[in-house]
């Protein structure tokens, strides 16, 4: 072949894979989101009113052991941010205390998940006699981020109930109180109530508790520590509570007369995790063990975040992911993370392999609506900080903030353009807004990629990666829904 060929051949080999680059080019381009800049939030205003119903028109259920599968109904609530019980701080330093509460959540989810996997079997309930200050189910100040305003008692006194996905146990403070910190409302007092009713030490209920005890009466008593010190401590009872129009009887919770700790202004927890004596599994049969939520961006939008009980609360037109279950730990909601996309391209070294959770129940990935930032297992975690630097080289860069170590100096802009960020998980592509992972984090038009990396083999995908989306929980259908815009 002569030089002329040679240099023909070439050419039009250049040309050719020239052609097959700009094509590729063209047909995946770099992906952007326009984010609107817009300032810290201030604490949301409490406008709640409770029910000025009459008593006696409020809809009654029946008990768990009474009703028929076939009558399932919906409830539906508002919630707001912990930040409206703290009404008279800065927006900075509202954003600083949800920073310490969301380092101590993290932190104690992974003592839990630990201690859990170091056993050899998974704790049989009722096993163990007395109390255990190392049992830790859920978090005092790092318990949830969300409250609602429910009725409890016959007839119903409106209380503050956080609610966590973190969490089983239910329990509120009563009097008398040996110790009890400060609430909004006045105390529920059991003895006011006509249908509270103590539970028997040797019932099924009782047995269900990881750390449970007999008064002198033979009736159950319930411990509940928390990964910071704090404890609720009371009589294990079953009570109504009152949804709006609905009331749901026989619901087994904790009366505490002994609360101590750096709980919240909340009267109590409302647990919405996957075990025996959580909400969602005690209302199984009346509710079909389906619930949503959708919290809303308290810097983008006035609405109030929800959240939803029932048939109704699972959408059709969600995309869906398996559940997964731990062996030795039934409280979270696990599911399988596939990869993550930076730009509309995959990012090669978050491998499935990163969040696998093995046999004896290390690793994987929960969903978690307590936790704020979402925390991945440390190589996935650059990996993605890497990709995202890159594909926003242009931004201006800002010193890190706290736990963020990505950030960016917007001050006297009103919007940027920056890398689209998408979730993979079995079976759903879960594309974020760039206001779920791109924060401000002062006063001064500072931002930071709202994500961090953590030693521990535990993936966390925390609320502010879910602010917008009507998240489903389908315990009936062992699987998790997506929605976006689902606040509307």
């Not at 925390?375 to 963020?404: C, D, E, Q, V, W």
Request: net charge positive; proline share 6%.
């Amino acid at each position: 072949m002569g030089e002329k060929s040679k240099t023909t051949l070439l050419f039009s080999s250049f040309v050719i894979l020239l052609f097959f680059s700009l094509s590729a080019a063209v047909s995946s381009p770099f992906q952007l989101h326009s984010l609107l800049l817009r300032p810290l939030p201030s604490a949301p205003v409490l406008s709640w009113q409770d029910s000025d119903l009459p008593f006696n028109s409020l809809v009654e259920t029946s008990d768990l052991d009474t009703v028929n599968s076939n009558t399932s109904l919906g409830l539906q609530l508002e919630l707001h941010h912990l930040d409206a019980l703290s009404s008279e701080e800065t927006p900075e330093r509202l954003f600083d205390l949800r920073l310490q509460r969301d380092a101590l959540r993290a932190e104690t989810i992974n003592s839990l998940v630990s201690k859990a996997v170091a056993r050899k079997h998974p704790r049989a309930p009722g096993r163990r006699p007395g109390f255990s200050s190392s049992v830790i189910s859920g978090l005092a100040q790092g318990s949830g981020e969300y409250f609602t305003r429910l009725g409890v008692g016959t007839p119903p006194r409106y209380l503050y109930m956080v609610l966590d996905t973190g969490s089983d146990v239910i329990w509120v403070q009563c009097s008398p109180c040996k110790k009890c910190y400060s609430q909004s409302d006045p105390i529920f007092d059991p003895t006011k109530s006509r249908s509270f009713s103590g539970i028997p030490c040797g019932s099924q209920l009782c047995r269900s508790l990881d750390s449970s005890g007999c008064n002198h009466r033979r009736m159950c008593l319930y411990q509940v520590s928390y990964g910071d010190g704090s404890v609720t401590y009371g009589d294990f009872s079953t009570e109504t509570l009152t949804f709006r129009m609905n009331r749901i009887g026989r619901v087994a919770l904790g009366c505490g007369h002994n609360n101590q700790g750096l709980f919240v202004g909340a009267a109590g927890l409302l647990g919405l995790g996957r075990g025996r004596l959580s909400f969602p599994t005690q209302t199984g049969r009346r509710l079909n063990r389906k619930f949503s939520y959708c919290l809303a961006d308290r810097s983008a939008s006035s609405k109030p975040s929800s959240l939803l009980f029932g048939d109704t609360a699972i959408p059709r037109t969600a995309v869906f992911t398996p559940l997964l279950t731990n062996p030795k730990l039934d409280t979270f909601y696990y599911v399988q993370l596939l990869g993550i996309s930076v730009g509309g391209t995959r990012v090669p070294k978050i491998r499935p392999s990163l969040f696998k959770m093995d046999r004896d129940g290390n690793g994987g990935v929960i969903i978690d609506s307590g936790t704020s930032v979402t925390r991945l297992t440390r190589p996935a975690y650059i990996a993605l900080r890497n990709a995202f630097r890159l594909g926003s080289s242009n931004l201006k860069r800002a010193p890190a903030f706290s736990l963020f170590d990505t950030c960016y100096d917007f001050s006297g802009k009103t919007s940027v353009k920056v890398p689209t960020v998408v979730l993979h998980f079995r079976g759903a592509d879960v594309s974020l807004p760039a206001t779920n992972y791109l924060i401000p984090v002062d006063s001064s038009g500072t931002f930071c990629f709202a994500f961090a990396g953590t030693m521990s083999g535990l993936s966390i995908i925390g609320n502010i990666q879910q602010q917008g989306f009507l998240v489903a929980y389908d315990l009936a259908g062992s699987r998790i829904g997506f929605k976006p815009n689902g606040c509307a």
